[in-house]
């Protein structure tokens, strides 16, 4: 696959962008933070999804130094927001499992943090549930010790994989994402509306934030007020987009 030799060449020769995706509290109807989404620009084939390159980057370890980049990129941008005034807004990244098992995961999130001199609580990280189950006395461990840095975990698309409720009690998680595949379908059937509104109620009685994705018209958006859902993202609001186009959002919306 030539896409391999490519790959671990992309991050030297600047062919990465981050992508910015909001999320909206639903009660106030505002910017609550921003999702950071990979997208590898590339000289031929044009912007490559990481549905593509993640899983090649996994595989050949490059993945390390990508995520490595991401994470600076994400503090950095966080710094500028800040001292831009416009916001004080936190921003997640995602962690595939090589990351997460990484040694040293932790002090290079921590390094990050204090190299740009930012908030530790604007950085939230996602891991699915199936990153999580990876090697899970190991990763409880590690989630523990980046919550005590300040970040902030998110469990992402819940309720795909085993979706043991074990997760939810055991580990340190602040916010959980509900997978946008019932999000996709719960206007029209029951089942997926009752595991949305099972989702937030439990959510919550356990203390977290709950975020629906992938929120594409004004009826899901409709119910998911209703049911008291905290936070919203999907392309009802905004796909993701450039960091510039992020400030102009700003502006606009909050
Ligand atoms: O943004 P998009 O829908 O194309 O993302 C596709 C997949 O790639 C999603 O599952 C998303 O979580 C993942 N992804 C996006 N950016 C990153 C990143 O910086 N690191 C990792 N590990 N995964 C990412
Ligand atoms: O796996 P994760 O949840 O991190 O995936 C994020 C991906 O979901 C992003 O690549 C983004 O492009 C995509 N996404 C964001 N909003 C929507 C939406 O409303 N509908 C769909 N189908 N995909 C979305
Ligand atoms: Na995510
Ligand atoms: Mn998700």
Request: hydrophobic share 40%.
């Amino acid at each position: 696959y030539v896409l391999m030799a490519e790959l671990s060449k992309a991050t030297l020769n600047h062919e990465f962008q981050m992508f910015y995706q909001p999320l909206f509290d639903t009660k106030t109807g505002r910017i609550s933070s921003m999702e950071a989404l990979l997208r590898w620009k590339h000289p031929v084939y044009g912007y490559i999804s990481p549905y593509d390159f993640i899983p090649l980057a996994e595989e050949t370890g490059s993945i390390i130094e990508i995520g490595q980049w991401v994470l600076k990129e994400a503090c950095n941008q966080i710094k500028d927001w800040q001292s831009q005034g416009i916001y004080s807004c936190a921003v997640s990244i995602n962690f595939s499992a090589r990351q997460l098992q990484q040694e040293g995961v932790v002090s290079a999130v921590k390094d990050t943090i204090q190299e740009t001199g930012i908030d530790s609580h604007l950085l939230k990280i996602e891991v699915t549930e199936s990153v999580m189950m990876v090697n899970v006395e190991t990763t409880i461990n590690t989630l523990y010790d980046l919550k005590e840095i300040g970040v902030q975990i998110v469990i992402d698309d819940f309720g795909t994989y085993y979706s043991s409720l074990q997760y939810l009690k055991n580990f340190p998680l602040d916010i959980i994402k509900i997978d946008r595949c019932f999000i996709r379908d719960m206007v029209e059937h029951t089942k997926d509306r009752e595991v949305v509104k099972m989702i937030i109620d439990l959510g919550q009685q356990f203390g977290m934030k709950v975020v629906a994705e992938g929120v594409e018209n004004d009826e899901q958006y409709r119910m998911l007020k209703e049911y008291q859902c905290d936070e919203v993202q999907g392309y009802l609001f905004s796909k993701p987009i450039p960091a510039e186009e992020v400030n102009h959002f700003f502006i606009q919306r909050s």
